[in-house]
């Protein structure tokens, strides 16, 4: 497991480059970042090579991918050099496949900017690009030599992105921790410590990947509600008016995944309702049509977690616990996202 540090990059970032003697530096940015944060970095880095990309999803593919390896090449990089990812998920996810694909992998750091990506997507190693309109459909686990979280960049956030980043701090809570979750879901967003609450979620995570780094088996649990909030996020991809954020996503297959539970015995209606009431009181309703029902049904099947075309979900057994590897029918999934529409 990679070393997750919480502290101002200012103090974070120069101890970790003077204990290591790389090569090279590249910094990755994207149009965002490069505006809000690598001002704040610029003046902490030796010489290096700055790698900037457009900002969104709609970038994570291989085509991006191929641009920053070019930069690499081109700045003659040896398998001694460091590739720094600032920014989000799409930053991060992207950035370390590129670095750990580069001359069959070199070293890389995850520096999140935004509170998904501190909480979620910089930690465990899980690195990948989306492919035909597939989240996450081509990539590789590798740890990071290091993941730099500074909460001082949370301030650059609007509210939607910190209520985004929020969804995987929900789900920490209730896959691992009962008594949290009954913290959080008494106070809105903007009551929320932000500090605290990033400082947890990345503990629980650490301790879910370090017992399973390749999600063979207990790593799936942090998939609750991802297997149709990822159908629902790639469906929407395509509708610029409709699209949504990564956790807005989430908040959707919470609530549809812990109904699925619900039906399954596996948790009682108290929770369930816990649930649907905090989700829709943060994030409101994604609004899902008829027309969308059938397509996110058939993204589904190409869900990672899946074996042959059986459909497997991670989804919640009692507050604070969550099973793995639990087969759902087309015709549960269906009944869920009625459930959700009301």
Same mark, same amino acid.
């Given at each position: 497991?990679?070393?997750?540090?919480?502290?101002?990059?200012?103090?974070?970032?120069?101890?970790?480059?003077?204990?290591?003697?790389?090569?090279?530096?590249?910094?990755? %940015?994207?149009?965002?970042?490069?505006?809000?944060? +690598?001002?704040?970095?610029?003046? #902490?880095?030796?010489?290096?090579?700055?790698?900037?990309?457009?900002?969104?999803?709609?970038?994570?593919?291989?085509?991006?991918?191929?641009?920053?390896?070019?930069?690499?090449?081109?700045?003659?990089?040896?398998?001694?050099?460091?590739?720094?990812?600032?920014?989000?998920?799409?930053?991060?996810?992207?950035?370390?496949?590129?670095?750990?694909? /580069?001359?069959?992998?070199?070293?890389?750091?995850?520096?999140?900017?935004? #509170?998904?990506?501190? %909480?979620?997507?910089?930690?465990?190693?899980? #690195?990948?690009?989306?492919?035909?309109?597939?989240?996450?459909?081509?990539?590789?686990?590798?740890?990071?030599?290091?993941?730099?979280?500074?909460?001082?960049?949370?301030?650059?956030?609007?509210?939607?992105?910190?209520?985004?980043?929020?969804?995987?701090?929900?789900?920490?809570?209730?896959?691992?921790?009962?008594?949290?979750?009954?913290?959080? @879901?008494?106070?809105?967003?903007?009551?929320?410590?932000?500090?605290?609450?990033?400082?947890?979620?990345?503990?629980?995570?650490?301790?879910? %990947?370090?017992?399973?780094?390749?999600?063979?088996?207990? @790593?799936?649990?942090?998939?609750?509600?991802?297997?149709?909030?990822?159908?629902?996020?790639?469906?929407?991809?395509?509708?610029?008016?409709?699209?949504?954020?990564?956790?807005?996503?989430?908040?959707?297959?919470?609530?549809?995944?812990?109904?699925?539970?619900?039906?399954?015995?596996?948790?009682?209606?108290?929770?369930?309702?816990?649930?649907?009431? /905090?989700?829709?009181?943060? +994030?409101?309703?994604?609004?899902?049509?008829?027309?969308?029902?059938?397509?996110?049904?058939?993204?589904?099947?190409?869900?990672?977690?899946?074996?042959?075309?059986?459909?497997?979900?991670?989804?919640?057994?009692?507050?604070?616990?969550?099973?793995?590897?639990?087969?759902?029918?087309?015709?549960?999934?269906?009944?869920?996202?009625? /459930? /959700?529409?009301?």
């Amino acid at each position: 497991m990679s070393t997750v540090t919480i502290a101002p990059l200012a103090e974070s970032l120069p101890a970790f480059l003077d204990s290591n003697d790389f090569s090279a530096v590249a910094v990755i %940015v994207d149009n965002h970042t490069f505006k809000f944060c +690598y001002p704040e970095i610029k003046g #902490l880095l030796p010489k290096h090579t700055l790698v900037r990309i457009k900002a969104g999803e709609e970038q994570k593919h291989l085509a991006t991918c191929e641009l920053i390896w070019d930069a690499l090449t081109r700045a003659n990089f040896d398998r001694h050099a460091l590739v720094l990812n600032l920014g989000g998920g799409v930053i991060g996810d992207m950035g370390g496949f590129c670095a750990a694909t /580069y001359k069959r992998g070199i070293a890389f750091a995850q520096l999140p900017t935004t #509170l998904l990506s501190q %909480v979620d997507a910089s930690v465990g190693g899980k #690195l990948g690009v989306d492919f035909n309109g597939l989240k996450n459909h081509i990539g590789v686990f590798q740890q990071p030599n290091a993941v730099l979280v500074d909460p001082a960049f949370l301030t650059t956030l609007s509210e939607r992105e910190l209520r985004s980043g929020f969804a995987e701090i929900i789900k920490h809570c209730l896959i691992a921790d009962a008594a949290m979750w009954e913290q959080i @879901r008494r106070r809105d967003p903007d009551e929320q410590d932000w500090s605290a609450l990033v400082a947890h979620s990345v503990a629980i995570k650490q301790n879910i %990947v370090a017992q399973d780094p390749t999600e063979k088996g207990l @790593r799936k649990i942090l998939n609750f509600g991802h297997t149709l909030g990822h159908a629902v996020e790639t469906h929407f991809l395509s509708q610029p008016r409709k699209r949504l954020l990564h956790g807005e996503a989430i908040a959707v297959g919470m609530v549809t995944e812990a109904f699925i539970a619900h039906e399954k015995k596996m948790i009682d209606e108290v929770l369930l309702t816990q649930i649907e009431e /905090y989700v829709f009181a943060v +994030y409101g309703n994604a609004r899902l049509t008829e027309a969308d029902v059938e397509p996110v049904l058939a993204l589904t099947l190409q869900d990672k977690k899946n074996r042959g075309r059986e459909v497997r979900m991670s989804l919640l057994d009692g507050p604070g616990h969550c099973a793995f590897d639990v087969p759902v029918t087309t015709a549960e999934m269906r009944r869920a996202l009625a /459930y /959700y529409n009301g």
